[in-house]
C-alpha cells in the first residue's frame, strides 16, 4: 500500500511539474533537471516493486497458472508477455507453449498480497548440493554422497559432467577426471531438477570436489 | 503570479520526495529486519541444513534473496566465521576463497534468468561446522 502512495506521489509530481511548465516561463534547464530526477526515482522505485513467483507448472488454467508450492498466478489476457530462456537467449513464445511439470518465473508488481503479472518466463531449475563422498564406482561412473541434507544421493557423473578441483596453492578449481575422486572427500554438485518428487539418482551437471587432505591440512595449519 | 507558480511546483516537488525517502526508508528497515530475522530463526534454517550452527550461519548482506538484476554480474556480499574456505557456486559459476576476514565480497556471474547462487564455509576452527546458504537472483535484460 506505502509502495502504491511512493507511486501515486511520483506521479503527481511529474503532473505538477509538466503544468507549471505550460504556463509558467521557467528555465527549461530546471524543467529537464526535475524531470529527470522524477524519472530516475520512478524506476527505481519500478525495480523495487517487481517481485518474482517462481515454481513447476501443476496445471495450466484459463486464468493462468497452478504451480507447485507456490500456488495459483493469475495472468492477465493483454499486458501479460511470455519468454522461453535457453542457453543464455531469450524469446518471445506464446502461453500455449506452457505445459505442465515446466519450470517457470512470473514477474510484475505487488499488488494485494500477490503479484500482477506482467511477464512470465519458462527456463530450467538448477539445484545446488553439497556432501561427502563415501564411494566412489569406477566402473558405473558414478558417486555415493551423503548430502547436506543428510540423505543420500547417487551422483552419476558422465562425459559432459564439468568436473573441477580445488587445487592446494592457489584455490583455483581446475579440470580433473574422474578417476582423481576419492572417497571422504568434499563435494559439490549441481544438477538440473525436474517437476515431482526428488529423485534420489541424478545426473551432475557439474561438481566441483575439494579434497579431504586440503580442508584437513588448513585445520592443522590453525591448530599450531 | 508566475514565482508564484514556480514556487508551488517546487514545493510540491519536495514534499512528494521527502514523502518517497520516509515510506522507503520504512520499507526497507522493515525488509532488512525480516531478512535479520531469518537468518537468527534456527527452526526455520535447520530444515534447510542440518548442518548449519544453530548460533550462526552466513549472513548475506547484498543482494536481497529473490531479487531481480539488470547486469549479467551482481557483487555478493556476506559475512562468514573468520579464517574459513569459502566456496560461492552456480551451475554457471564457481570461486574459492581463503577468508581471515568475516566480511567477504565475490562478484559473481550470472545467466540470463533464475540464477541460484550457493555459499559454503568451511572454517578451519574445528570446533565451528561447515556452513551453506542459497541465495536466489533473476538476471533479466531491458526489453524495448
Known sequence: MKKILVLFFSIVLVGNVLAATDEADIDKNQVEKLKEKVEQQTKKLKDKLEKVVAGFVKEVTDQGFILEDAGEIKVDGQLTRYFKITRGRLTEIERKDFEKGDYIFAVGPELEGGINVLEVYKDERYRTLSGIVVEVDNEESFLRVLTELKTEKIVEVKRNTRKLILTENNFEFERTRFSKIKENDYIIFVYRQEAGEEKKRISAYKILIIPQELIEGLRAEKLK | ?144
Open chain 2, 1 to 144: 503570479m508566475k514565482k508564484e507558480k514556480l514556487f508551488a511546483a517546487l514545493f510540491g516537488a519536495i514534499v512528494g520526495l521527502i514523502l518517497a525517502v520516509i515510506v522507503l526508508s520504512r520499507t526497507d528497515s522493515k525488509v532488512s529486519l525480516s531478512l535479520k530475522e531469518e537468518v537468527k530463526s534456527p527452526a526455520k534454517r535447520s530444515n534447510i541444513s542440518p548442518t548449519v550452527s544453530p548460533i550462526k550461519g552466513i549472513k548475506v548482506l547484498s543482494p536481497l534473496d529473490n531479487s531481480i538484476v539488470r547486469e549479467n554480474r551482481v557483487k555478493l556480499v556476506f559475512e562468514v566465521p573468520k579464517d574459513s574456505l569459502v566456496v560461492v557456486a552456480s551451475p554457471v559459476f564457481e570461486k574459492a576463497v581463503f577468508t581471515k576476514e568475516e566480511k567477504v565480497e565475490i562478484e559473481v556471474e550470472l545467466s540470463l534468468g533464475e540464477n541460484r547462487i550457493k555459499i559454503y564455509s568451511y572454517p578451519t576452527d574445528p570446533t565451528l561446522v561447515n556452513l551453506e546458504r542459497e541465495i536466489v537472483v533473476y538476471y533479466l535484460e531491458r526489453k524495448v
